[in-house]
């Protein structure tokens, strides 16, 4: 590296290579697949007024506390890049009148910011695909989200994930629960850890979510919130877990699962790698990789009217290093490589790679270096097939067609490109399919060569 040269900012990342493309086949499953489900597509600013955040997320949670990325700009007002996506969503839902929309099943996807110890899993800059629905409070969009989540992992091929599922009540069940939890932890208050003590009178939830081995021998024998779930609460959850069962989404009951933000109100959940499964192994410390539930509240908090809402978010970095791409991707690609030999042939070969193109099949124009090399570049770029276009092909009106995997080579009638191409790729794929041999290229060519 130049001596000269600055350094990117710790906890962000440059992706490249395969993790890049592991990155974007998330974001390409989760498009399709938002669609299937049709949620719209909204984009929001990265940045927000700070109030934005500090109303919506709450003063008392770690990500306002201690987590946000905030400045003042030119003209001297908060700024804050945004930590997660609800509260830009939620702003913009009430600024725009979007209530009209309502329910509105809304997705998005791209960076979040958060001031964190980045490790493995855990970034300054990462990013997330969301989904919400906004202006419904039925416990059938509950069931739809957490399908479409569920959904989503299963396309990703994603496996040895569990859906942790609880509910956090109404405000009733919550307050109730909230004050038992405040005597239970304040008997024991001197052996909790420091944050622990800290969060008793503020967030005494977040305790039950602590990894400290201080905390958590005291979290077994906890007070349960279905000791003060309101038959309403409760009747709720009922609906939603059939939902779930009738949708076919398996799930746990995590009784103490608990969610970062305030807002939280019935459902919460989350997605967590199995004890041992390779999904663990992968992720490490840093487990979760789909996280949400349901925000009646929320958009009170922001001068809104009361507006039921439920959504998640995933981190795509996470998600990416569960993604198996070779199964994803398959080797199945229609890849073509066009391989000029000579001046003279580069023209022919860069409107066959046009032709090819436009025609939906996957073109590699190896034009650089001796035959040889063009000739390791079209094995590099998975090609299937190699056209080959020389001065006897140009003089003649036919490429030479060089299978990939046998080397066998035979020549095609240049304007039968790209219908010729189409079936090569078609004959090879029903072959494989019927488990038959494909017959020799020379053969399969005869007839247009
Ligand atoms: P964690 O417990 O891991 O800190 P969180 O509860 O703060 O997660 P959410 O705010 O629910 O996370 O965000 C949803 C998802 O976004 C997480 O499940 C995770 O996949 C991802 N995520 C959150 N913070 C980060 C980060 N700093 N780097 C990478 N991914 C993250
Ligand atoms: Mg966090």
């Not at 977040?206 to 279905?226: C, E, G, V, Y």
């Not at 779930?244 to 989404?249: E, F, K, M, N, P």
């Not at 436009?358 to 998975?382: D, H, L, T, Y």
């Amino acid at each position: 590296m130049a001596k000269n040269t600055p350094k990117a900012i710790r906890g962000t990342q440059d992706i490249f290579g395969s993790d890049a493309e592991a990155f974007s086949h998330v974001v390409e499953t989760f498009e399709r697949v938002r669609k299937l489900y049709r949620f719209r597509r909204a984009e929001m600013p990265v940045f927000e007024k700070t109030e934005v955040f500090a109303r919506a997320i709450g003063e008392t949670t770690d990500v306002v506390s201690k987590e946000m990325y905030s400045f003042e700009d030119r003209g001297g007002e908060s700024l804050t890049l945004r930590p997660e996506f609800t509260a830009g969503i939620a702003r913009a839902y009430l600024t725009n009148g979007w209530q009209q929309h309502a329910p509105l099943k809304l997705a998005t996807h791209g960076p979040l910011f958060r001031y964190e110890r980045p490790q493995k899993g855990r970034y300054r800059q990462f990013h997330q695909i969301d989904a919400e629905i906004i202006g419904a409070a039925e416990p059938q969009a509950d069931v739809e989200l957490l399908a479409m989540a569920d959904q989503l992992l299963r396309e990703l091929g994603i496996s040895g994930v569990t859906l942790q599922l609880n509910t956090l009540g109404d405000g009733e069940t919550r307050g109730a629960w909230r004050a038992a939890l405040i005597e239970y932890f304040s008997k024991v208050r001197g052996d909790l850890s420091e944050d622990s003590q800290e969060r008793l009178e503020k967030n005494p939830l977040r305790i039950l979510d602590s990894k400290d081995r201080r905390d958590k021998m005291f979290l077994a024998d906890a007070p349960k919130i279905d000791e003060f779930l309101s038959d309403e609460a409760g009747i709720f959850f009922e609906e939603v877990k059939s939902g779930l069962d009738a949708a076919g989404v398996e799930y746990k009951r995590a009784e103490s699962l608990v969610r970062g933000l305030d807002y939280y109100r019935h459902t919460a959940f989350e997605f967590i790698p199995d004890e041992g499964s390779a999904a663990a192994d992968a992720l490490g410390a840093q487990s979760t990789v789909l996280g949400g539930g349901r925000y009646d509240g929320l958009m009170e908090s922001l001068g809104g009217p009361a507006t039921p809402a439920v959504g998640w978010a995933a981190g795509i970095e996470r998600l990416a290093m569960l993604v198996d791409l070779e199964k994803a991707q398959g080797n199945d690609h229609w890849v073509v490589a066009v391989v000029p030999v000579g001046d003279a042939a580069y023209i022919e070969a860069q409107k066959i790679a046009s032709e090819l193109r436009s025609n939906s099949i996957i073109c590699e124009m190896a034009f650089r270096g001796n035959v040889k090399k063009r000739m390791q570049k079209a094995a590099a770029a998975g090609a299937r097939f190699s056209l080959i276009i020389g001065e006897d092909e140009l003089a003649n009106g036919v490429v030479t067609v060089r299978d990939m995997a046998t080397g066998e080579q035979a020549t095609m009638r240049r304007n039968w490109i790209p219908q010729g191409v189409f079936d090569l790729f078609f004959e090879n794929d029903a072959a494989k399919e019927q488990g038959d041999e494909v017959a020799p290229l020379s053969e399969r060519l005869r007839a247009n060569s």
